[in-house]
Nanobody, 114 residues
Framework: VQLVESGGGLVQPGESLTLSCVAY????????MNWYRQAPGKGRDLVAT????????NYPDSVKGRFTISRDNAKNTVYLQMNNLKPEDTAVYYC????????WGQGTQVTVSS
């Protein structure tokens, strides 16, 4: 099993990014997927979940209305569209299976700074 995140970068407050996570080694369409983030010096926090049927759930109030999770089962890929980014969104972002996590990928760094 391998999870490969990409799409991060350095952006200014108010800008947008779309993160991608490509999954290898398991039947992607059979699994709910999560996006997490880990800010410097903090633990890894759950940001969003998408069910295998494609229903998205955002957890923290801080991202509701700004982040949207989606997936393309044909491409074994889960996405995180992030709009109106804020400095507090700065973190390394990871994806993983919801209920039976696999080994973590390398993550993708998102830095929001003016």
């Amino acid at each position: 099993v391998q999870l490969v995140e990409s799409g991060g970068g350095l952006v200014q407050p108010g800008e947008s990014l779309t993160l991608s996570c490509v999954a290898y080694g398991f039947t992607f369409s059979n699994y709910d997927m999560n996006w997490y983030r880990q800010a410097p010096g903090k633990g890894r926090d759950l940001v969003a979940t998408i069910t295998k049927a494609g229903a998205g759930i955002n957890y923290p109030d801080s991202v509701k209305g700004r982040f949207t999770i989606s997936r393309d089962n044909a491409k074994n890929t889960v996405y995180l569209q992030m709009n109106n980014l804020k400095p507090e969104d700065t973190a390394v972002y990871y994806c993983n299976k919801r209920w039976v996590p696999s080994s973590w990928g390398q993550g993708t760094q998102v830095t929001v700074s003016s």
